[in-house]
Structure formats: structure tokens, C-alpha cells
């Protein structure tokens, strides 16, 4: 006997999964959890449709194979018979059907039935049952993924479904009748749900694995002999396999004004009638529901496609074999086993997750970015219909935020911005590292030069002072003393500078209140009538603690650096803004700009673009050196292309606000060097 169960029909290769979410979407009961990247089936709930299986062009959804055990029975000297399902002509169209019973008789077959006869007897049940009940509303159950969904998601509609056996289970009883209780029965059919259906029948295997086994036993239409089916042989229930096939079986429509039925065929429209019945909208007396659009279009089925091709096999080989039929012997075989009980019964296997709160749900939504209605897209690409049922799959374990593809843009847009961030800090940080490294190199040399010209300087001005003391006032030579003394001074300050840029000076921090500070730094300097001052503050908390006089060389450097950069007049704006642990401070003017070329050399000493004479280049170098000494971070940036926007440059400043020098090294400036 079979021993398998829904819950065993379908798997996932993992290797072939390419988390597409095409199955999630195609499955009815949504039996598909991802996980770590990959759609797995939640053999739980799974219904055994085997949509999955078809849609997965990756093939990493497949069906349990039974064709070795199958196999194994032909092996066995037992008698076996084969039960061929009225859908086969729409599969081996390829193959003469005398020919096909042919090769599954070679194969070891004993006998091969024809289901439709099966079919057939339960038309019949199906036809008493709804005279001897008229007024029920009733639901077909020759379909098992029909049955198990609603024994799993509607168990409350288990007493609707018609008390009648499918015609596998109808031609197993019948063979056994006929041939012996103790043969072994196979059925051979389109649907993968078949597999777990029923115990009464021993093995079942799909189109697919019977071609397969065929392959594997080198066995052809050529290399075999024609046969016919074994009696009983199926009449007008060949039609069965496809949609509405039953109804015209039993002289029946679906035409609203003769009949009480409605057929609904397909994963979406299945459910729906399902959904109006439970609901009573529905005042129909039957629904005659198929999982798949008809039996032709199971997933033990070579083609996935191609309904209305298979639906015209069907009917040919129908018409053809209802031409050839013995009615006679077709109608003494119906009398012979009309006896036999075909019934069959139901019980509910509630498989239902209870729904999550709809706080949870929201706070699942607001989580992925959905505060408002019309941020729910519903555009299905995670695999259910509205955004609602996704947080609700969210909340059950069953799917992941990743899944939704706006969500996932937006998350991808975010990291690109972050990357980006992280990139110029890096660029920042680099070059940072780099210009400190070039002016540690020429400290040491600047520091080097400083000591050997203070002596000799130092010996030039004191003997200049005595000879101009010593000389009348107006003697000629008075004013060559003069250039002397006056140009061993400017030496004496270049030196000066030299050393204050070597060594490492005592940063005295005090309490000072910025914006205040900025207003002073610019009246320290002349600014001409063409040039406009803007101080914007935008800080809440204006102390901070600097060196104030060591930051005044800061400021008014880059101030004056700034108007000299705006000949022809502009605006200069001084920008501060704060947070809880840090300054900002922003320089910027519309000037000339800096070309791409100088920018890197603008911190290194004695590097200037300046006239002769109008500047040492030791200023910049001396407002790298302070930020520096204050734990801060100083980037430039310019444009001296008018074709790529405004020009201009702008110095942005960052320093720690209000930790003490000796303490702060234990907080984590860091992040701005990174």
C-alpha cells in the first residue's frame, strides 16, 4: 500500500533555487517559506497541486519519484495492474494509444485498465446523489488538492464535500472485484496529489515518470505489440480529464439558468468559489472545482501548456472511441458493479495559522516603509496579492521584508548613499593620512632650517640696531640699515612660522561662544566694500572649547585667503551649525576656486599661488596643524570651472565641542578620520 502523504509530495533542490519568488506566487496556500535566501516548501501546508512544480523554470521544485518502487513490483511474480487515467491522450499523442497499452504491458504489466470506466460509476453516484438530494450544497471531491485544501483551510465546509470516491479509487475497487483482492494496483496519471490520495491504491506515477521508465527499460512503439484495455472499458467519462468534462458526463450544464452548479477551474478561481460559497454569497447547489485548468494541465504532465491543443486530443480520441464502443457489453459491466460502494468520507485536519494583530501587521507595514494606503503598491512581486498578506507571512515565519521590491530599491538606494558617504570619508581619510605624513617630513626639516638660521638672523638684527644707533640719523647709509633690519625681521617671522608649525603647541581650551568668536575674527580683517559677510548660525548651543588664540589664526587665514580669492568682490559666508558632541563650521566664498591640481598642495608649507612677496605659504599649513591639535578634521572643496557650476571654495571644519583637551581622549572622535 502507498504510504505516503500530502505532506511529502514536493521539495526544493536548494542548489537550483533562485529565490524568484515565482512559486510563492503560484502557490494557492502559500506553502512556501523562505529561508536564508531560498524558497522551501512547508510540507505542512502543502496541498499537493504541484503548481510549484510547474512554474519553477530553475526545476528546483520537483515531486517525490515512485517510479523505482513501481519497479519493484513488476520484479515481483504478483499479479500487478496498470490503471491508466482518461488524460493519457493528451499526453502520449505521439504514441497510437493500442500501442501505448502495448509498452505498458511489456513493461510486466498484467492487465491495463481504463479509469474512465471508474469515471464512469461515479458520474453515476454523483447523478443519485444529487436527485436523493436536491436542496444540499455540495462540493465535487474527485480532485484531492480540492479536498485537502479544504480539509486544511476550510475544514468547516468538510460536510459539503459529495460523500463519493474519486475514479482512482473507484477503478481500484472495481479491479480488485474483478481480478483478485490480492493483485496490486497502479495508478498511472497527470497529478502529482494522486501520490497520497488513497491506500486502497498500492503506487501511483505521473505521465512523466512513465516515460522515464520507458527510457530506462529501452522500450519503444517499434519493439512492442498493439493491445486493447482490459474490460471494463470507460464510455463517456473520457471526457473526465477536462474542465466541465464531468458535467457533460452526467448530461449537465453549468448554465446558470438551467442548472444549480458552477464550475471553477485554476488555483485563483478554485479558491474564490470557495471563498463565496463558505460565505453563502453563493446559492448554488454544487460547485464542480478542479485545482489545475482540468486534468490535462496536471503536473505529472510533459507540457505545462497548451490547454486547448490537450483539450482537442481529448476530444478526438473521445469521439473515435465512442464510435468503436460496445454499448452492450459497456452497459452489462455498469450493471455488474453499480453494487459496489463507492463512497467515501471526510474528516477536517485544520491546518489554519491564527491571524496576527493588526498593530502587528502595522508595525510590520511601517517597518518596510508603508505608513500611508498608497505606499501598499500590491504589485505582487514578493509573491502575495497585497502588501497586507505579506506582513501577515512576515509575522508567521513564512516570508521576509527583502521580499518586497520597493522596499528592497529603497534599502539598496540607502546602502549605494552610505557606500558613497563611506567612500569620501575614506578619500578624506587617506588624504588626510597623506598630508600628514608629507608635513611631519617637512616639519622635521622646517624645524632643522628654523634652528640654524635663528642664530645667524638673530646676529644680523642686534649688530643692524647697533649701527643704526650709532649712525647720524641723516646720513645715507641710515636708510640701507634700515631695509636691513626690516627685511631680518620678516626672516625672523618666516622662521617663526617654521617652528610653530614643527612643534606641537600647548592648546589652552576655553569656554568661548562661537558665534560671537566668528563676528570678532571678521572685524580683525578688512573686508573691501565689494565683498559681502554672511554669518549664519544655526547652532542651539553656541559654547565650545578652543584655543581662542590659536583658533583666530584658523579663521582669520581662511577669511583673508577668501577675500584675496574674490578680486572683483563676492560673497563670503560663514556658516555654524552644532550637534550634541561636535562643531561644524563651514568658510566658503565665490571666488577664482582652486584647480583640481593645487588642492592636494594647499596644506604643504611654503606652497602658495600667491604674487611674490604677498604671501610665505605657511598659512594653510598652520590651520591644518591647530584643527589637528584640536582633534578636528578640515576638508576642502572648490571648483575653478565655471562650465561645471559656480566657483568657489568652501573649508568645512569639525571639532569635538565641549571635551576638555586632557580628557577627551576617551571619546571617540574617530569617525571623522574614517
Not at 505542512?44 to 515512485?66: E, H, L, W, Y
Not at 561644524?584 to 611674490?612: A, H, Q, R, V, W
Amino acid at each position: 500500500m502507498s504510504t505516503l502523504i500530502n505532506n511529502e509530495l514536493v521539495y526544493t533542490v536548494k542548489d537550483r533555487c533562485r529565490v524568484c519568488y515565482t512559486c510563492v506566487r503560484e502557490c494557492p496556500v502559500k506553502a512556501i517559506k523562505i529561508i536564508n535566501g531560498q524558497a522551501e516548501v512547508i510540507s505542512a501546508r502543502c496541498i499537493g497541486c504541484g503548481n510549484c512544480t510547474k512554474v519553477c523554470s530553475q526545476k528546483a521544485k520537483v515531486f517525490v519519484d515512485t517510479s523505482q518502487k513501481v519497479f519493484e513490483f513488476l520484479k515481483n511474480e504478483q499479479k500487478t495492474v496498470a490503471c491508466l487515467a482518461p488524460s493519457f491522450p493528451a499526453e502520449f499523442y505521439d504514441i497510437p494509444y493500442k500501442k501505448l497499452i502495448g509498452m505498458i504491458k511489456q513493461l510486466g504489466f498484467d492487465y491495463v485498465v481504463d479509469v474512465s470506466f471508474g469515471a464512469d460509476m461515479v458520474t453515476l453516484k454523483y447523478q443519485q446523489y444529487m436527485k436523493e438530494h436536491p436542496t444540499n450544497r455540495t462540493i465535487s471531491s474527485d480532485c484531492p488538492a480540492i479536498v485537502y485544501y479544504i480539509r486544511h483551510y476550510h475544514p468547516e465546509l468538510v460536510p459539503s464535500l459529495t460523500p463519493i470516491c474519486s475514479p482512482m479509487v473507484a477503478t481500484s475497487r472495481i479491479v480488485r472485484e474483478k481480478y483478485g483482492s490480492n493483485v496490486r494496483v497502479v495508478f498511472i496519471g497527470p497529478c502529482i496529489a494522486k501520490k497520497a490520495e488513497s491506500n486502497e491504491v498500492d503506487q501511483i506515477i505521473t505521465f512523466k515518470e512513465l516515460r522515464n521508465i520507458f527510457e530506462q527499460a529501452y522500450i519503444t512503439p517499434e519493439t512492442c505489440q498493439e493491445a486493447e484495455f482490459d474490460p471494463p472499458v470507460g464510455g463517456k467519462a473520457s471526457i473526465f480529464p477536462v474542465t466541465r468534462g464531468k458535467l457533460y458526463t452526467m448530461n449537465k450544464s453549468d448554465d446558470i439558468c438551467e442548472e444549480n452548479i458552477i464550475v471553477a477551474s485554476g488555483k485563483t478561481h478554485f479558491r474564490e468559489a470557495i471563498k463565496e460559497f463558505e460565505e453563502g454569497l453563493n446559492k448554488s447547489q454544487h460547485l464542480e472545482l478542479l485545482c489545475c485548468e482540468g486534468c490535462i494541465m496536471g503536473p505529472g504532465m510533459t507540457e505545462s501548456n497548451k490547454l486547448y491543443t490537450k483539450t482537442t486530443f481529448i476530444r478526438n480520441y473521445v469521439r473515435e472511441k465512442l464510435s468503436r464502443l460496445n454499448k452492450y457489453e459497456w452497459e452489462q459491466a455498469i450493471k455488474t458493479y453499480e453494487k459496489l460502494d463507492f463512497s467515501q468520507h471526510f474528516n477536517p485536519a485544520d491546518r489554519r495559522i491564527p491571524k496576527p494583530s493588526n498593530d502587528a501587521i502595522e508595525n510590520i507595514l511601517h517597518r518596510m516603509g508603508k505608513t500611508k494606503p498608497e505606499d501598499h503598491l500590491n504589485c505582487g512581486a514578493c509573491g502575495y496579492d497585497t502588501c497586507t498578506e505579506h506582513a501577515i507571512a512576515i509575522l508567521e515565519g513564512l516570508a521576509e521584508s527583502e521580499m518586497c521590491l520597493p522596499y528592497t530599491i529603497e534599502k539598496l538606494h540607502n546602502s549605494i548613499k552610505e557606500l558613497n558617504l563611506s567612500n569620501e570619508k575614506l578619500a578624506n581619510a587617506q588624504l588626510s593620512l597623506k598630508q600628514s605624513e608629507k608635513l611631519a617630513t617637512m616639519g622635521q626639516l622646517s624645524a632643522g632650517i628654523a634652528h640654524e638660521l635663528n642664530n645667524p638672523l638673530g646676529i644680523i638684527t642686534m649688530y643692524s640696531h647697533i649701527l643704526k644707533e650709532e649712525i647720524p640719523p641723516d646720513d645715507p647709509i641710515q636708510k640701507d640699515l634700515s631695509i636691513i633690519v626690516e627685511q631680518a625681521e620678516r626672516c625672523k617671522k618666516i622662521v617663526g612660522g617654521l617652528l610653530n608649525f614643527a612643534r606641537k603647541n600647548q592648546v589652552n581650551l576655553v569656554e568661548t561662544d562661537l558665534v560671537k568668536f566668528s563676528e570678532h575674527t571678521i572685524q580683525s580683517i578688512i573686508i573691501p566694500d565689494n565683498i559681502r559677510v554672511n554669518i549664519v548660525s544655526k547652532m542651539k548651543n553656541p559654547l565650545v572649547y578652543i584655543d581662542n588664540e590659536q583658533w583666530m589664526q584658523v579663521m582669520t587665514n581662511i577669511e583673508k585667503n577668501a577675500i584675496e580669492a574674490m578680486p572683483n568682490g563676492g560673497i563670503l559666508t560663514i556658516q555654524l551649525s552644532d550637534t550634541e558632541h561636535e562643531v561644524e563650521i563651514y568658510i566658503c566664498d565665490t571666488g577664482m576656486g582652486i584647480s583640481k591640481e593645487n588642492l592636494e598642495k594647499i596644506y604643504t608649507p611654503f606652497f602658495t599661488t600667491k604674487p611674490i612677496g604677498k604671501g610665505t605659504g605657511l598659512g594653510l599649513s598652520l590651520v591644518y596643524g591647530i584643527v589637528k591639535m584640536h582633534h578636528g578634521q578640515i576638508i576642502c572643496e572648490s571648483n575653478d570651472n565655471p562650465q561645471k557650476g559656480p566657483t568657489g571654495t568652501c573649508f568645512k571644519i569639525r571639532i569635538p565641542r565641549n571635551i576638555k583637551f586632557n580628557s577627551y581622549k576617551s571619546y571617540s572622535y574617530e569617525k571623522y578620520e574614517s
